[in-house]
Nanobody
Framework: VQLAESEGGLVQPGGSLRLSCSAS????????MNWFRQVPGKERELVAQ????????YYADSVKGRFTIFRDSAKNTLYLEMNSLKPEDTAVYYC??????WGQGTQVTVSS
């Protein structure tokens, strides 16, 4: 099982960024997928989740209305579209399948 997040980056407050996560080694289309984030010194937080059929999504209250999770099973890729970014969105972001280990994640920094 391999999950590879795209490079994050530095974004100004109010800006947008799209993260992607390329999956391999398992049948991507049959599993729900998640995006988590973690700030140093704090617990890892579930940001968004999408069901295998894309019929159901979940968002943390802190990102609801600003972030969108979606998936392309033909490309075995999970996405997180992040809009109206705030400094408090600064974190390391991880994609994760229910059974996968934690990867290295990708740093997103929101700052002017």
């Amino acid at each position: 099982v391999q999950l590879a997040e795209s490079e994050g980056g530095l974004v100004q407050p109010g800006g947008s960024l799209r993260l992607s996560c390329s999956a391999s080694g398992f049948t991507f289309s049959t599993y729900p997928m998640n995006w988590f984030r973690q700030v140093p010194g704090k617990e890892r937080e579930l940001v968004a989740q999408i069901s295998s059929t894309r019929a159901t999504t979940y968002y943390a209250d802190s990102v609801k209305g600003r972030f969108t999770i979606f998936r392309d099973s033909a490309k075995n890729t999970l996405y997180l579209e992040m809009n109206s970014l705030k400094p408090e969105d600064t974190a390391v972001y991880y994609c994760k399948a229910p059974f996968s280990s934690w990867g290295q994640g990708t740093q997103v920094t929101v700052s002017s």
